[in-house]
Structure formats: C-alpha cells, structure tokens
C-alpha cells in the first residue's frame, strides 16, 4: 500500500499534485511519502508485537536524512554499513544503542567511530575481523558487543546479485564452524558476546527461506547454550520483498507469523533489519520526456533521468512500474523503451513496456523508486544527483536541494605542477 494515486486523473503524492512539484523544483525529483513511511514502520513493528524486538531500518536502502528521522522519530533502530551511515543516523537522531553494524569490511578507524559511539552490536562477518575489533576495542578500553553473522546456507531465491545466504556468497562466517568461531570469541578480552545475527538477500517473495535459515540458527543457538555461551539478540536480517510488478511477497503480518513462534522458543530478543519494505513503494522518481524517436526496431521514449539516478533496472534488471503524471484513457499504447541520456546501452528505465504514447515535456513516475534509489545514485557522465522531496498531507518540502555543477568539482584540484 502506498499514497500515491490519480485524482481527477492526475497522479498526487498524498495531497500534494506531481506536477506542481515538478514544476517548482524541476525534474528529475525523488518524491517520498511521509504516511506511507510510517504505515509501513508501523506494520512492520505491529507485526512482531508480543515479541520482545527492535526494528533497526537498515541505512543503505535509503540513507537521505529525512527518511531516517521519520524512523528515528518512530523509535526505530538503524542496520548500518559503514562509518557514513553511523555518522547519518546518528545525525537524524537515531541513539547509538539502537544501531546494529553489519558488513563484511569494516574499518579499523570505522570500529573505533562505532565503539566510541556505543552502539548496541557489531555483526562480525570474519575471524580476522573479529580479532582486529577486539585489538581496536583494546585500544580504548572498551568492549566490542558483537554478534557472529552466520551464513545458513539457505537459497533465498532472489536475483543472484542481492542473494546473500549462500555459503559461495562472501557474507557471514559458514553456520557449521561458527560454534567453533563462538567458542574463540569467548576468550577474547575486549570482546562482548551479545549475539548472533543473519541476512540472507534481499527482495525475498517467499517466508520459507527466512524460516529456513532461522531453524538453522536455532539449532546454533542451542549448541552454544550446551557449552555455556548464553546470547541476547537474535538478528534475522532483512530481506522482505515487495511489489514491484506481479510479485506477491509475503505481508510484513505473514512473515512474522512465520517466525515469531520459532524466535519465542529460543528467548532472546528479536533484531529485525527492514530496508526496502519500509521505504521501496513510499518514494517514486518523476522525470520528465525529452524525445521519443522511431527505429525499425524499437519506439524509444528518452527522458531526463538515468542510471546514475536509478541504476536498479541496469544493475538488476529489475522491474520499475512506468505512470504517466496525467492519465488519459483514451490515448493509444505504444511498446517503448524508456531510456536515459547516458551514455551506456544499459541505461534505460523500463524495456518493451506497453505505455501512453508519451510526448515530449510529458511527466511520468517512476513508481517503487523509494529503495536503492537515491542511496545508489552517482554523479556518472557528470550528471548532478537530484532534488529529493517528502510529501506529508497537502504539505511538501524539499529535503535535499538539486546539486549545482560547480559542486560536481568539489574537493578537485589540478597537481602543483600545472596551472
Ligand atoms: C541490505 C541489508 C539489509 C536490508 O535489506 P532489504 O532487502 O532492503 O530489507 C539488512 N541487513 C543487512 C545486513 C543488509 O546488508
């Protein structure tokens, strides 16, 4: 569900009409729902209620400050990966014991940022990472909470790029050595057990592998309670899928009905890591149409958006619902390729899509654009990132300004030696 639909045939962010935002900040624009935000938090949260938990909003799906103090505001925790998202969650007022650090790659400078910070639990991917947190924690005289990432080697039957719980995947440290991992970490002197956590992909339509790879860390989770090692936190990952197209993924309510009994027998409190089902259907990406043009093979509609904007349809070969901002029933349909002004065959928006036979200066939605969206977008072919706009009732605000192209050369210089 998501606030985004047609009145009088005209698409409206909630009360706000696309296209007096398109004309007052210019296209391409990033538009997000303030409600849908919050629906989808909420939904999510109710889902597990009952259940000692904490829904940590994983940073990556989108990273923009007002999405994560619309989280932080509805008492949600924070995924991060990297010293960056630290320093923006805790900026939009997310408090440090409520942020779990996943990634296989951390820092040592990006450790000690978190250690100083307090944050609840570091999810440690490696045996080399482990050893080099406790040294870094040793430092400074403090305790590395840390849980071990376990790789369950479960096929969460997704793209092969966003799959991450098989053990030829680079992520966690594989299921069957981890009580073995557990039991070294025990004897560390700077680190803290805390507990032990998984994610195994994204964009997951099915519940049966998330319950899957929990049985499996269930039976773990035994084994080190036999040899004495008792864990608190009980990290499942994120991963929900949602509905870009046909999917029919699970509801936030089905997928915790599938794990809440499981994660109640065990005892420990639940860490849940949702990114794209909060925020991928609260945003979309409006852009505007610059040309059509007729080959013999194809009718290209190009707009003012590319991949450096949304690179999920060149990255994934994913699938972004094409709206028109005006809808008209009586236009005819024409099979187009929605292309973008880069220049890479691979930049193109939507491919042989039965769509409006769109014209020139034309408006259209990029719908489920909320994730991956602008977290992945680049300056490529020097192209400056977007404005991006949140929408609350028949209130709007810009909340990243467009980026001018003198900042495009921030931070450049030539070497010494020229002038
Ligand atoms: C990317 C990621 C998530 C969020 O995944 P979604 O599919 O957006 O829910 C959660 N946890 C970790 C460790 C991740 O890498």
Partial sequence: MHHFSYKNGELYAEDVPLSQIAQEVGTPVYVYSQATLERHFKAFDQAFEGLEHLVCFAVKANSSQAVVAT???????????????????????VPAERIVYSGVGKSEAEMA??????????????????????????RLGKKAPVSLRVNPDVDAQTHPKITTGLSKNKFGLD????????????????????????HIGSQLTKVEPFADALERVGVLIGRLRGAGIELE???LG?????????????????YAAALKE???????????????????????????????????AKHFIIVDAGMNDLVRPA???????????????????????VVGPICETGDFLARDRQLPDMGRGELMA??????????????????????????????????????????????????????
């Avoid at 991060?80 to 969650?89: A, D, F, P």
């Avoid at 991992?181 to 032990?196: C, F, I, S, W």
């Avoid at 994120?238 to 089905?254: C, F, K, V």
């Fill in 315 to 337: 990255m994934y070969d994913s699938f972004q619902a094409i709206w028109p901002v005006t809808e008209d029933p009586e236009r005819p349909q024409v099979v187009s390729d």
């Fill in 175 to 198: 299921i069957e050595l981890a009580f073995k991992q557990y039991q070294d970490a025990a004897k560390l002197p700077n680190v803290e057990l805390k507990g032990v956590s998984c």
């Fill in 366 to 419: 990029v719908m489920s654009a909320g994730a991956y969206g602008f977290s992945m977008a680049s300056t490529y072919n020097s192209r400056p990132r977007v404005a991006e706009v949140m929408v609350s009732g028949d209130r709007w605000s810009v909340v990243r300004r467009r980026e001018t192209t003198e900042e495009l050369m921030r931070g450049e210089s030539l070497p010494e030696w020229m002038d």
């Fill in 238 to 254: 994120g991963g929900l899928g949602i509905s870009y197209d046909q999917e029919e993924p699970p509801s936030p309510a089905q």
């Fill in 233 to 235: 936190l009980l990290d």
């Fill in 113 to 138: 940022a978190a250690l100083d910070a307090g944050i609840l639990m570091f999810n440690v991917e490696s045996a080399q990472e482990l050893a080099v947190l406790d040294q870094v924690a040793g």
């Fill in 71 to 93: 989280m932080a505001h509805l008492g949600a925790g924070a995924d991060i990966v990297s010293g960056g998202e630290l320093y923006r969650s805790m900026a939009a007022g």
């Fill in 262 to 296: 499981q994660a109640g027998r065990l005892g420990l409190k639940l860490v849940l890591e949702p990114g794209r089902v909060i925020v991928g259907n609260a945003g979309i990406m409006l852009c505007q149409v610059l040309f059509t043009k007729d080959t013999p």
